[in-house]
């Protein structure tokens, strides 16, 4: 007898941590941030403790600006040399916690 394959029985991976869960304990994450304009977007699903992990701060414009930086694709410390750049440029900042003019 073949089991029922309704979308709660689903199970699926947490990208954050690895585990495999039930589709029904797992919360909906949306990548881009705005899991209310839906349209054609696939989502990921993260284990419960690595949502409750998550910054819910808002994220506008990130994406785009992991993406223009390179993310996952130059090495580490070319990415966050460009990042730090970026972030305190946005922000006006000059240094960081440790800089003494």
């Known amino acids: 007898m073949r089991r029922s ?6 199970r699926v991976v ?3 941590c690895g585990q495999r869960l ?3 304990d797992a919360r909906e994450y949306d ?3 705005n899991r209310w304009e839906r349209g054609e977007k696939a989502f990921e699903y993260l284990c419960k ?4 992990a998550l910054s819910h701060q808002a994220r506008d ?3 785009d600006l992991l993406v ?4 996952g694709e130059v090495d580490r410390d070319a990415f966050l040399r460009g990042y730090t ?12 916690p440790d800089d003494t003019h």
């Open 14 to 16: 947490c990208p954050a």
């Open 49 to 52: 403790p690595c949502h409750d």
């Open 22 to 24: 039930a589709r029904a």
């Open 61 to 63: 414009g990130l994406e």
């Open 68 to 71: 223009d930086l390179g993310a």
């Open 5 to 10: 394959r309704r979308p709660t029985d689903r």
């Open 85 to 96: 750049a970026a972030v305190e440029g946005a922000s006006g900042e000059a240094g960081g």
């Open 31 to 33: 990548k881009h941030g």
